[in-house]
């Protein structure tokens, strides 16, 4: 049975997603959902963060969601959203 992934949202992802009006909350949350079903999926940019994780840039609408995903603990941690 293949693992199930969740998706887990960093601080400023959530207050970033909290404060969109309710469409827009709906777009981003169906989106992080969609990661999370397909953790292998590449992002369209990609880069090492400070600790030297690698982070998947995806589009989304008019949004940026910058990811890494955590394969040991099956998550898919949404590091930011951005309005491009």
């Known amino acids: 049975m293949a693992a ?13 997603t909290l404060a969109l ?8 949350r169906s989106f992080f959902r969609w ?20 982070n998947q840039a995806h589009l989304c609408g008019p949004f940026t969601i910058v990811v890494w995903t955590d394969h040991a603990v099956c998550e898919v941690r949404v590091v930011e ?3 491009d």
């Open 4 to 16: 199930v992934y969740r998706y887990v949202l960093e601080q400023r992802a959530a207050e970033f």
């Open 81 to 83: 959203v951005i309005r």
């Open 35 to 54: 990661l999370a079903a397909s953790p292998e999926r590449a992002g369209d940019a990609n880069h090492r963060d400070s600790g030297g994780r690698l």
């Open 21 to 28: 009006p309710e469409d827009e909350q709906d777009l981003v």
